[in-house]
T-cell receptor, first 110, second 112 residues
């Protein structure tokens, strides 16, 4: 079975903290994605990666960075967390045109 | 640019009655379209996808969707709702080989 895991289900951080969200897939997929999900807005793409050490900005990259040192792992970094980054974060990886999603991390920034 | 619009933010149905979730798309070419479902506290799961083969697409859990080019629609239906169908549903269009564009989502409530 396909598996995408995320390091935390719930996370609470303070404004200004550096935050790391980790995502691991066990399917040897080339492409991995980070989205944020907000009510009434659907999913919006933050960054994606199509290979190790390769990354591309999505639709809302401001305030975020990413790291992909190994094929199976894709990290999302909030350099200095702000309250407007409180959201649900979803990671996905792709086989052909189907994306497989992790369970999500609900991040609250106080 | 490719995009989708989900016409209902909430749909409430009684158990055993039909479900209809409406989605219109905008695309400059024949798109790949998807429906994903998200149950509470779970990740998104693919229900079905259209990739220019048959216009009526059958998915998991009794759902199906019909691609209508003349109406630029890709509505999702199920003949008889079950309590387990209570979830959020997303209509999605493929932008390119890498990117998907998601609708805002439709929350389905099923009444006993």
């Amino acid at each position: 079975d396909v598996k995408v895991t995320q390091s935390s289900r719930y996370l609470v951080k303070r404004t200004g903290e550096k935050v790391f969200l980790e995502c691991v897939q066990d399917m040897d997929h080339e492409n991995m994605f980070w989205y944020r999900q907000d009510p009434g807005l659907g999913l919006r793409l933050i960054y994606f990666s199509y290979d190790v050490k390769m990354k591309e900005k999505g639709d809302i990259p401001e305030g975020y960075s990413v790291s992909r040192e190994k094929k199976e792992r894709f990290s999302l970094i909030l350099e200095s967390a702000s309250t407007n980054q409180t959201s649900m974060y979803l990671c996905a990886s792709t086989l052909m045109d189907e994306q497989f999603f992790g369970p999500g991390t609900r991040l609250t920034v106080l | 640019a490719q995009s989708v619009t989900q016409l209902d933010s909430h749909v409430s149905v009684s158990e055993g009655t039909p479900v209809l979730l409406r989605c219109n798309y905008s695309s400059s070419y024949s798109p790949s379209l998807f429906w994903y479902v998200q149950h509470p506290n779970k990740g998104l799961q693919l229900l079905l996808k259209y990739t220019s083969a048959a216009t009526l697409v059958k998915g998991i859990n009794g759902f199906e969707a019909e691609f209508k080019k003349s109406e630029t629609s890709f509505h999702l239906t199920k003949p008889s709702a079950h309590m387990s169908d209570a979830a959020e549903y997303f209509c999605v269009v493929s932008v390119n080989d890498y990117k998907l564009s998601f609708g805002a989502g439709t929350t389905v409530t099923v009444r006993a």
